[in-house]
């Protein structure tokens, strides 16, 4: 009966209202769908237009632009060096002038002679050509560095190692291969030639996946967003024989799964040429420390951030100009965040920030404790008096590395930045410690004479 007079009782208009609601959610549904089923004829479109057939492992990166040329021109982008933000750009500059801290602390290996921030993807085989690190080898078996160095910089690489064998490739000199290693980093890399599917070339990644018990194939399109950025951008060595390229994961991908896992070998890369602790020089930890954040946590890939999508016309594709996400902000953060650019900015800023007070703290401070363990070492201290501070030294210069290797950690992951600094402050504080004692117990109780090294 109440239903009936309620019934009865409705305005015309309400009526008319609902209809009209319903009409445009209709017509706005119809409008998604239709742009949906336009894009996905797009993508058909680019894919059965091909002008030419790729097959197998094609490392000039030029073919590719045939088919796909607004990847193509956007990927050519990444010459470019004009961009800068507060802490860094894409342009070379050189760190150990900047922080002559890093040269004591690198003392004995190689990065104390040659360490700049890194230009984009198409200056990889030139930058590696050019830095001091891989010396000047005038002949194919000449040079400090094996060929295993190449890994990371061209598609010319897995094209090799499918030719002469994944050990082989690597048990080389490094100028061994510089006569095949042309092409800078590029579509191969990533892309199955065929399909464009996003694919790993790099068997260092597929071994890590291997050693934690799982399989990169079992990985989703968006996973794979960021595992194909991961065959390079993470934490490796090479082992002592064969020169194997190798990622620490057997206990995980944490900072303190590597490290036991190379404790447990008995691994480190260099004996510190001033304090003589055994060094683990880490790389560039990326995908580690991105793992930990909010955003991977979210879900959210590399190339979502680093690699947008554009549109032009009516294609809608990802942008292969692989740069920080503050030169385009309107196309990555504020896709998601409805802050201003500004705003967005500082808020990255304010983390780099607190992040670079901690840094600049640990490298004084553990610059400090190798100087002042060769001083102990000529005052006659013994390897079982030093043998604890050697250690705190190790661990302290492994977390220093782990966090500032790092391309963004303090924005990625700025929690576990920030604690793994505080850590290396920790041992670092700790390390000078013992060494005080150790020299009290060789008659020496003053201030340990340090060099000036500001220049």
């Given at each position: 009966m109440n239903r009936n007079r309620n019934h009865k009782g409705m305005k015309p208009w309400v009526g008319w209202l609902l209809f009209f609601v319903t009409m445009g959610v209709v017509f706005l549904l119809g409008m998604l769908a239709a742009s949906i089923t336009q894009r996905r004829a797009e993508i058909a479109s680019v894919m059965n237009n091909r002008k030419i057939e790729i097959t197998g492992i094609e490392s000039r990166n030029e073919i590719f632009a045939e088919n796909y040329p607004r990847e193509y021109e956007t990927w050519t982008q990444t010459a470019d060096t004009t961009f800068q933000s507060e802490f860094n750009g894409s342009s070379m500059v050189d760190v150990l002038e900047e922080r002559p801290e890093m040269?004591?602390?690198w003392a004995g290996y190689a990065f104390s002679k040659d360490y700049s921030t890194p230009r984009g993807h198409m200056h990889a085989i030139e930058d590696i050509r050019h830095t001091?690190?891989?010396?000047?080898?005038m002949g194919p078996d000449e040079g400090p560095q094996p060929a295993t160095c190449w890994t990371c910089?061209?598609?010319?690489?897995p094209r090799l190692m499918d030719s002469v064998g994944i050990a082989e490739f690597y048990n080389k000199p490094w100028s061994h291969w510089g006569h095949e290693i042309v092409n800078p980093i590029g579509c191969a890399d990533c892309h199955e030639a065929e399909t464009m599917n996003l694919r790993v070339s790099r068997p260092a990644l597929i071994?890590?996946?291997e050693a934690m018990g799982k399989n990169v194939q079992d990985a989703t399109h968006q996973e794979m967003r960021t595992l194909a950025c991961a065959q390079c951008h993470v934490e490796y060595y090479f082992t002592p024989e064969g020169k194997y390229l190798t990622f620490p994961?057997?206990?995980?991908?944490?900072?303190?799964?590597?490290?036991?896992?190379?404790?447990?070998?008995?691994?480190a890369d260099y004996t510190h040429a001033l304090s003589k602790a055994p060094i683990i020089k880490a790389q560039h930890p990326d995908y580690e420390i991105y793992s930990t954040g909010i955003h991977a946590q979210r879900g959210v890939s590399c190339a979502d951030c680093h690699m947008p999508y554009v549109s032009e016309g009516g294609i809608k594709y990802s942008s292969h100009h692989k740069r920080s996400p503050l030169a385009s902000m309107n196309n990555t953060c504020q896709v998601c965040h409805r802050e201003t650019e500004e705003d967005l900015r500082n808020n990255v800023y304010e983390r780099?920030?607190?992040?670079?007070q901690i840094r600049n703290l640990v490298e004084k401070e553990?610059?400090?404790a190798h100087l002042e363990a060769q001083f102990a070492w000529e005052k006659g201290a013994t390897e079982a008096q030093m043998k604890e501070a050697l250690q705190l030294i190790r661990q302290s210069q492994w977390r220093w590395d782990y966090a500032v290797a790092s391309h963004g950690g303090s924005f990625h992951s700025p929690v576990e930045f920030q604690r793994i600094l505080s850590l290396s402050l920790d041992r670092a504080h700790k390390a000078r410690f013992e060494?005080?004692?150790?020299?009290?117990l060789n008659g020496f109780t003053g201030n340990v004479p340090l060099p000036d090294i500001s220049t």
């Amino acid at each position: 009966m109440n239903r009936n007079r309620n019934h009865k009782g409705m305005k015309p208009w309400v009526g008319w209202l609902l209809f009209f609601v319903t009409m445009g959610v209709v017509f706005l549904l119809g409008m998604l769908a239709a742009s949906i089923t336009q894009r996905r004829a797009e993508i058909a479109s680019v894919m059965n237009n091909r002008k030419i057939e790729i097959t197998g492992i094609e490392s000039r990166n030029e073919i590719f632009a045939e088919n796909y040329p607004r990847e193509y021109e956007t990927w050519t982008q990444t010459a470019d060096t004009t961009f800068q933000s507060e802490f860094n750009g894409s342009s070379m500059v050189d760190v150990l002038e900047e922080r002559p801290e890093m040269v004591i602390l690198w003392a004995g290996y190689a990065f104390s002679k040659d360490y700049s921030t890194p230009r984009g993807h198409m200056h990889a085989i030139e930058d590696i050509r050019h830095t001091l690190r891989t010396g000047s080898p005038m002949g194919p078996d000449e040079g400090p560095q094996p060929a295993t160095c190449w890994t990371c910089k061209s598609p010319d690489v897995p094209r090799l190692m499918d030719s002469v064998g994944i050990a082989e490739f690597y048990n080389k000199p490094w100028s061994h291969w510089g006569h095949e290693i042309v092409n800078p980093i590029g579509c191969a890399d990533c892309h199955e030639a065929e399909t464009m599917n996003l694919r790993v070339s790099r068997p260092a990644l597929i071994e890590g996946f291997e050693a934690m018990g799982k399989n990169v194939q079992d990985a989703t399109h968006q996973e794979m967003r960021t595992l194909a950025c991961a065959q390079c951008h993470v934490e490796y060595y090479f082992t002592p024989e064969g020169k194997y390229l190798t990622f620490p994961w057997h206990n995980g991908t944490t900072m303190e799964g590597a490290e036991q896992y190379y404790d447990e070998i008995g691994f480190a890369d260099y004996t510190h040429a001033l304090s003589k602790a055994p060094i683990i020089k880490a790389q560039h930890p990326d995908y580690e420390i991105y793992s930990t954040g909010i955003h991977a946590q979210r879900g959210v890939s590399c190339a979502d951030c680093h690699m947008p999508y554009v549109s032009e016309g009516g294609i809608k594709y990802s942008s292969h100009h692989k740069r920080s996400p503050l030169a385009s902000m309107n196309n990555t953060c504020q896709v998601c965040h409805r802050e201003t650019e500004e705003d967005l900015r500082n808020n990255v800023y304010e983390r780099q920030r607190s992040a670079d007070q901690i840094r600049n703290l640990v490298e004084k401070e553990l610059a400090t404790a190798h100087l002042e363990a060769q001083f102990a070492w000529e005052k006659g201290a013994t390897e079982a008096q030093m043998k604890e501070a050697l250690q705190l030294i190790r661990q302290s210069q492994w977390r220093w590395d782990y966090a500032v290797a790092s391309h963004g950690g303090s924005f990625h992951s700025p929690v576990e930045f920030q604690r793994i600094l505080s850590l290396s402050l920790d041992r670092a504080h700790k390390a000078r410690f013992e060494i005080a004692k150790v020299l009290a117990l060789n008659g020496f109780t003053g201030n340990v004479p340090l060099p000036d090294i500001s220049t």
